[in-house]
């Protein structure tokens, strides 16, 4: 139809300009190795890091929900009513986390979304005050929300401290960040930023993605890990990284969660959780409350891969974090090693290239996890030894 004529036209435009996305299609379940087209590939670019995905207590939990409760939650919950599973997820995510409560959403992207739009809107006398990498979700929260916001310099708080002060006479301020960065495994300084957010009478909003079951006790995430509790009003989460299934939730205080149950749009427009997913989460959060084991074995296997990559003459950045970026600065070089890292040693990992970072940053993201063996890792650290030489990127 020639009406839709434009649309052949952009995709010819993506392919040229090098951003169309070729999406592999797995035949297994998601692990440290994974099944690609029929190739047994080790997988290095999922965000499964704690290997709960197809852990076998969490396949159980999701069977047994749909025995006892089906597979479907009818509607949202304002109408169809809240399953016993919903509360139940909330408080234990409430209590997981540490804060008083907290509000279940389908995703992560959704928890931004709804949370942000429902915090500040164009309405009010206020603003968002937004680090410069923050993730897409967050950033669509604030556009949902109509509310104008001011950004500062990635990690700058010179620069948050600048912005606050010109807008210290707005009614309602939000800093909203990343709290860890997805592409470079860097980590926002909540310490200073919680001073700043109560110098200014500002609110304080950070999102825990890649943070929870990595980071604090037993994974409690980023606000955990600086033991910050009663200085970050919002934790947003998602369920679908170290959680392994797929859902996101904001904790807080019990009244601002409550306001998000009446306010937030994905809430209120989109149907709730299914129950397999519901169950499994909360079986993922009952393996973490009752042991650090995976969290340790998380740590000591990214400790192996970031130092033998650094003994190789690799520089990762400034990553604090599973999150490997594997600095290759020229776009080409990077997609070449991920495309013989892939047909060569049956290594699937992602090269990340502009437009998502910072032309001449193109870089390889590794992301072990605590599924992942000793063997497997140093199957990894021989090929980026191998084919650095090869490709004389490393002398
Ligand atoms: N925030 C950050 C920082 C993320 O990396 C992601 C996932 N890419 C999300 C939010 C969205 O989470 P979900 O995949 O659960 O929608």
């Known amino acids: 139809m020639a009406k839709l004529d434009w649309i052949r036209e952009e995709l010819k435009e993506l ?72 509360v139940e997820l909330e408080e234990k995510l409430a209590k997981f986390k540490k804060r008083e409560a907290a509000i279940l959403f389908q995703s992560g992207y959704n928890a931004n979304l709804g949370a942000l739009s429902a915090l500040l809107t164009k309405k009010d006398n206020g603003v968002f005050i937004s680090e410069e990498l923050n993730h897409a979700s967050i950033i669509d929260g604030m556009r949902l929300s109509g509310a104008p916001k001011v950004i500062y ?17 707005k009614e309602k301020k939000i ?13 926002a300084p909540v310490p200073e930023m919680a001073e700043l957010a109560e110098q200014y009478d500002a609110m304080l909003y950070i999102d825990d993605a890649h943070g929870e079951g990595v980071l604090g006790d037993s994974g409690r995430g980023i606000v955990d890990h600086f033991k910050l509790h009663d200085k970050v009003d919002f934790e947003m989460g998602t369920l679908s990284k170290a959680f392994g299934v797929i859902g996101g939730y904001v904790a807080g205080p019990e009244e601002a969660i ?14 709730a959780p299914n129950p397999p997913d519901v169950a ?20 000591d296997n990214t400790h192996f891969l970031q130092n033998g990559l650094r003994d190789l003459g690799y ?80 002398k």
């Open 280 to 299: 499994a989460a909360i079986a993922a959060v009952e393996i973490l409350q009752k042991s650090d084991e995976l969290v340790r074995k998380l740590w």
């Open 15 to 86: 392919k040229e300009k090098g951003l169309y996305v070729t999406i592999r299609k797995l035949e297994s379940s998601q692990g440290p190795w994974v099944v690609v087209d029929g190739k047994r590939v080790l997988n290095m670019c999922s965000n499964n890091y704690l290997g709960l995905a197809a852990h076998p207590k969490i396949k159980e939990a999701a069977i047994r929900a749909i025995l006892d409760y089906g597979v479907g939650a009818g509607a949202v919950r304002t109408i169809a009513g809240t399953m016993e599973l919903h």
């Open 315 to 394: 520089d990762l950045g400034n990553t604090k974090h599973p999150i490997t970026p594997v600095m290759l600065y020229d776009e080409k070089t990077a997609q070449e090693f991920s495309r013989r890292l892939y047909d060569e040693y049956n290594i699937f990992a992602q090269a990340i290239v502009y437009p998502t970072v910072p032309l001449g940053t193109a870089r390889i993201r590794l992301e072990p996890s605590a599924a992942h063996s000793k063997e497997d890792l140093q199957y990894v650290l021989d090929a980026f030894e191998d084919l650095g030489k090869k490709t004389g990127f490393l």
């Open 175 to 187: 800093i909203v960040s990343d709290g860890v960065f997805s592409m470079d495994g860097d980590l």
């Open 258 to 271: 409550e306001y998000l149950r009446q306010r937030g749009r994905p809430f209120l427009f989109s149907s």
């Open 153 to 169: 310099k990635h990690l700058d708080m010179e620069d948050l401290k600048k912005r606050l002060e010109e807008n210290k006479d």
